[in-house]
Structure formats: structure tokens, C-alpha cells
């Protein structure tokens, strides 16, 4: 899967590192605690990441296990009932 392909929803942060040797982390997980939307977390991102293209050196993007495990669980529990 590529980064870009990952939903806003299973993310806990992203850090964006500069080119410029700066590091800019962006807690996805404090975002939606505070109410925040996925829908306007993604918007947000997408905006800033679009606008700041030319200094960014790399992004890196954390998952959270335990949403993963969340979404994932019910198809596991699903495919593997019969077994």
C-alpha cells in the first residue's frame, strides 16, 4: 500500500521533515480527540503538504495499531469462522 494511500482514520501522526533540517510533527490522534473531522484532517493535510512540496525532504506517517486492529478484526474473525 502506498502513504498516500492510507486512511486519515487509522493514522496516529504524521512527522514531516523539512529540507532545511526541521521537523514538523502533526498529531492525528489529538486532532480527532478534539473533535476534528476525518474529512477536514485530510483537507488539512493535503493543503499544507501540496503548499509547503518544495521544503519537504521526506513524510513519514505512524499508524495507529490499535485502530488497525480495530477495522481489521472483524474480516479476520469473517475469513477464519469456518476454520
Do not use: W
Request: aromatic residues 4%; hydrophobic residues 40%; charged residues 25%.
Amino acid at each position: 500500500m502506498k502513504k498516500s494511500d492510507v486512511p486519515v482514520n487509522v493514522l496516529d501522526s504524521i512527522s514531516v521533515h523539512m529540507i532545511d533540517g526541521t521537523r514538523v510533527d502533526i498529531s492525528i490522534a489529538e486532532m480527532t480527540a478534539s473533535g476534528v473531522s476525518h474529512d477536514d484532517i485530510q483537507d488539512y493535510i493535503n493543503d499544507k503538504l501540496i503548499t509547503l512540496d518544495s521544503y519537504i525532504e521526506n513524510v513519514d506517517f505512524y499508524v495507529s495499531v490499535d485502530e488497525v486492529a480495530r477495522l481489521v478484526q472483524p474480516m479476520t474473525d469473517l475469513l477464519l469462522k469456518d476454520l
